[in-house]
């Protein structure tokens, strides 16, 4: 069957912007493709700093007929549904319409409509212009004389050509007939900018890729990876060094190139007395380049490597020195930035925090610096930490956003706090809560566990859920402009990595009371509750990334008061491990019988059957061992609860279960005495009662 080949040929597309532009290219082409009746086999879209690519294989020749019955109005209905309908099938009259008999709501008509197929090459030239020119760009442009018109193009950068073929693998394609604001599509695209910018004609897309391969244009991105990535690391081996791989600048560089060459240039060793994460920020942020590192030590050496984009007739000599001048002169900045900031303590920066507003309804970032060290000497106790030190280093956690280098390189902060709290003599540990206490800044960051940067570090997240759960600024939909729910997902982090035993419901209550000073009366439980709640959703998404149920954490936080992360957590593992035995799967099917049984006879009397049952009104001996098996179960599993031994409540539970299945075998709940059934449905009502010693197994899918 035939291929597609399309190509965008622009000016230089952002590298950010690549990737997404060409997944939304495959999209919007084979979406529409699918939409026409048109399935096709396989599809892979592509991005150079200068073009979009797709090729669509196996799509078929044409659109497939289509044949359609259209129900029509009733014989001798009125002459305007009539009318209505001849309209909308396009029949001329009812001569052409057949008659369907249906003897209980009476003749109708009936339209067959036969659609015939349209050529792909037609349907092509229809929605190729129209994805054009609907192309979700994130900031897009106009230019030239065309640009005053109405309706002007907009595209990221100035479109140049459009390339757009269609055709079997044997034969000659054909080139799709459409044009947008005056470009014309055809088969001829360009090479490289410099080394290569003739015109290219191509037919599908192998002479297209090797084409542009010989015209100096690597078009997949991950090949300029690759090439980028081993000539650096060979590069810097063969001159005793290692590269300092980042991927994220990877992917960045290979969206400047289309040709990769690699260069390793230098900076004057005097440049290394400053930290080396702000010479990588330096070289990375300003110039895209890789540092490099020693082999044996892992420091930082005066080399980078920097990737060009030609193959330079001098070796690339005076792309490098380019490169060192303008590195030179940012490191020369950096370092008098660093400096600088050593000359004034961070505690003599706090006072501008009175001035600075964290948010309208919580006040400055001084009053929340304040509040974190409150909360964070509250917390200290809890995770063996040193009040004193752990209120220190809350003080002075986010003083360094006020130092030159972070108001530069924003994604050192913390980072910068702990090398400036060294600098001055600052107990090691409270400097290192600096950069510690915004961890974990997602799923695979790590999390502290130096006890005092645990402490500050969920007062800080603490502080920020608590506050925006007071001004109801919570979590909507997609919506999370505050990365509540990351702060949530790094308490839980570390709670349970760090084995930490914390009741969050107090600590939220004492907290919010601040708030409620401020912004007036407020349902200070319900908010802790609904943040308990939030705290729950986050909680699940966390266990079902680790392969546990969902519907077990819901069945362990509907018990009251269960705000300790870490005892839930070890609940539902344990109550996992009991639904997995035979017993637990049929202790959990006759609780839940007990209790739909119970929901229906409770609905259709309207009362609650939630009193004790009578012991003298026990008839049969499986009502006697049912009763006293509960009693037993409640004793040990409530004991097994308190001293935390989740795993003996459950094989208390256990024991429940034989007496569970004489009691459905061989008693009637619904007997004709009215007393004996009450009693049966209170019976049962202990069932689910003793079964809540552990969980409330009605949340507990089957």
Not at 97 to 103: H, K, L, M, T
Not at 240 to 257: K, R, T
Not at 419 to 439: F, P
């Amino acid at each position: 069957m035939p291929d597609l080949l399309l190509e965008l040929f622009s000016e230089e597309i952002p590298a950010r912007m690549q990737a997404k532009a060409a997944d939304d290219l495959r999209r919007m082409v084979t979406d529409r493709l699918v939409a026409e009746g048109l399935v096709y086999e396989g599809a892979k879209a592509f991005a150079t700093p200068r073009r979009l690519a797709l090729t669509v294989h196996g799509i078929p020749a044409r659109q497939p007929d289509l044949k359609e019955e259209r129900k029509g109005p009733r014989i001798g209905g009125p002459d305007a549904a009539i009318a209505g309908f001849l309209k909308a099938t396009g029949l001329a009259s009812l001569d052409q319409a057949a008659i369907q008999r249906d003897p209980k709501k009476g003749d109708f008509y009936v339209a067959l409509i036969e659609k015939p197929g349209r050529a792909t090459l037609d349907v092509l030239a229809d929605i190729l212009p129209v994805i054009i020119r609907t192309f979700p760009w994130p900031k897009s442009m106009r230019w030239g004389e065309r640009s005053a018109r109405p309706g002007a193009l907009q595209w990221v950068r100035p479109l140049h050509a459009i390339v757009a073929s269609f055709g079997l693998e044997t034969e000659q394609p054909d080139i799709v007939n459409f044009s947008v604001d005056g470009i014309a599509a055809g088969q001829t695209t360009f090479g490289h900018r410099f080394m290569a910018p003739g015109p290219i004609s191509v037919r599908r897309f192998e002479d297209y890729e090797a084409k542009l391969l010989e015209a100096k244009v690597v078009l997949d991105a991950e090949r300029r990876k690759d090439a980028i990535l081993t000539d650096a690391r060979q590069l810097a081996f063969a001159q005793g060094y290692d590269l300092v791989e980042d991927p994220g600048l990877l992917d960045e560089v290979a969206g400047l190139v289309e040709w990769p060459v690699i260069a390793m240039g230098s900076f004057e060793q005097k440049f290394l007395s400053i930290p080396s994460e702000v010479i990588r920020a330096t070289i990375r942020n300003n110039m895209k380049c890789f540092v490099v590192s020693e082999s044996n030590t892992a420091k930082l050496t005066n080399k980078f490597i920097l990737t060009a984009n030609i193959d330079a007739s001098d070796g690339g000599k005076a792309i490098v020195a380019g490169n060192e001048r303008v590195i030179r002169a940012r490191l020369s900045d950096a370092k008098f930035f660093y400096e600088s900031d050593l000359k004034v303590k961070l505690e003599d920066r706090l006072p501008k925090f009175d001035r600075i507003v964290f948010h309208e309804k919580l006040g400055t970032q001084a009053e929340r610096i304040k509040r974190i060290g409150q909360l964070a000497a509250q917390i200290a106790p809890l995770v063996g930490a040193n009040v004193d030190k752990a209120k220190r280093a809350a003080h002075l956690a986010k003083a360094d956003l006020l130092t030159e280098v972070v108001g530069e390189f924003p994604e050192l902060q913390g980072l910068m706090g702990k090398y400036y709290a060294l600098a001055e003599g600052e107990d090691a540990s409270v400097a290192a809560a600096s950069e510690e206490h915004y961890k974990p800044q997602g799923p695979n960051d790590r999390v502290p566990t130096d006890p005092i940067s645990v402490a500050v570090a969920l007062a800080d997240k603490i502080d920020t859920l608590v506050g925006f759960w007071a001004i109801d600024e919570k979590p909507t939909g997609s919506k999370d402009p505050y990365a509540l729910r990351r702060a949530a997902l790094g308490v839980i982090r570390l709670i349970l990595e760090n084995k930490i035993r914390l009741n969050l419901i107090p600590l939220a209550t004492r907290h919010i009371a601040a708030f409620a000073n401020a912004q007036g009366s407020m349902d200070i439980d319900r908010k802790c509750i609904d943040l308990l709640a939030f705290f729950a959703d986050r909680l699940k998404v966390q266990l079902r990334e680790q392969g546990a149920r969902y519907d077990l954490v819901d069945a362990v936080f509907a018990l009251e008061g269960q705000d300790d992360l870490l005892m839930v957590v070890r609940r539902v593992e344990a109550l996992g491990r009991f639904l997995d035995t035979e017993d637990g799967k049929n202790l959990l099917a006759g609780t839940k019988r007990a209790a739909n049984i119970l929901r229906i006879e409770e609905k259709k009397d309207g009362k609650a059957y939630d009193g004790p049952p009578v012991v003298s009104l026990y008839r049969l001996v499986e009502e006697k061992a049912l009763a006293k098996a509960i009693d037993q179960v409640k004793a040990e599993a409530s004991t097994a609860v308190a001293r935390e031994d989740f795993a003996g409540a459950m094989s208390a539970m256990a024991n429940l279960r034989p007496a569970v299945d004489a009691f459905f075998d061989m008693v009637k709940v619904n007997d004709d005495d009215p007393k004996v059934r009450d009693n049966r449905l209170k019976l049962l009502n202990e069932i689910r009662a003793a079964t809540r010693a552990v969980a409330d197994f009605s949340k507990i899918q089957d």
